[in-house]
């Protein structure tokens, strides 16, 4: 089945722009999608279709994939960006085609 | 607005079975296809199963398949899954999430019920 690799955690200074890469074989021939999730709560689409943004999500938010490599970019990060985020896929030669990343942590210098 | 309310969860033996329900409300929920995802503690997203909007296409992660049910009611706009011989590895958090049509992401999700599966 098909597997998504993320970093467990990320660092970033506030102000500072932060990525974080998700990783599959070919994944450039899918379409990849973002969520974040505080704690103690339910996730949020934060980037759908490689790089399109749900309406109410700051421009600071962005994505892209190419090769074996999708990323989501946060740019001018803020203390409430801290989070957990996680990729997903949709494995079409799969009969249980939903993927998801591992996850990666966040964190807010 | 879209809501995605989950109910159903509690404590559970092992071997033990139980069924959440996720009522929708603020869209045309024949209109989406739905998934349960769940969350074991202080562990990452796992999908759980998907269901189509007619109820026809269904898939289940492998982790469930042969104990877990999804179904749904179109007329009452809600969301079902039936989990039988349950173990404590299936103790998380369900959460029920509509499917944005094509793009099969998940944009609106519930607040999640608490499984637990204990002796």
């Known amino acids: 089945s098909y597997v998504l690799t993320q970093p467990p955690s990320v660092s970033v200074a506030p102000g500072k722009t932060a990525r974080i890469t998700c990783g599959g074989n070919?994944?450039?021939?899918?379409?990849v999608h973002w969520y974040q999730q505080k704690p103690g709560q339910a996730p949020v689409l934060v980037i759908y279709?490689?790089?399109d943004r749900p309406s109410g999500i700051p421009e600071r938010f962005s994505g892209s994939n190419s090769g074996n490599t999708a990323t989501l970019t946060i740019s001018r990060v803020e203390a409430g960006d801290e989070a957990d985020y996680y990729c997903?896929?949709?494995?079409?030669?799969?009969?249980?085609?939903?993927?998801f990343g591992g996850g990666t942590k966040l964190t807010v210098l | 607005q879209v809501q995605l309310v989950e109910s159903g969860g509690g404590l559970v033996k092992p071997g033990g079975s139980l069924r959440l329900s996720c009522a929708a409300s603020g869209f045309t929920f024949s209109d989406y296809y739905m998934s349960w995802i769940r969350q074991a503690p202080g562990k990452g997203l796992e999908w759980v199963s998907y269901i189509s909007s007619s109820g026809s296409t269904i898939y289940y992660a492998d982790s469930v398949k042969g104990r877990f049910t999804i179904s749904r009611d179109n007329a009452k706009n809600s969301l079902y899954l039936q989990m039988n011989s349950l173990r404590a590895e299936d103790t998380a958090v369900y959460y029920c999430?509509?499917?944005?049509?094509?793009?099969?992401?998940?944009?609106?999700w519930g607040q999640g019920t608490l499984v637990t599966v204990s002796s």
């Open positions: 999430a509509r499917v944005i049509a094509a793009a099969e992401a998940f944009d609106y």
């Open positions: 070919n994944i450039g021939s899918k379409s």
């Open positions: 279709y490689d790089s």
């Open positions: 997903q896929v949709w494995d079409s030669s799969s009969d249980h085609p939903v993927v």
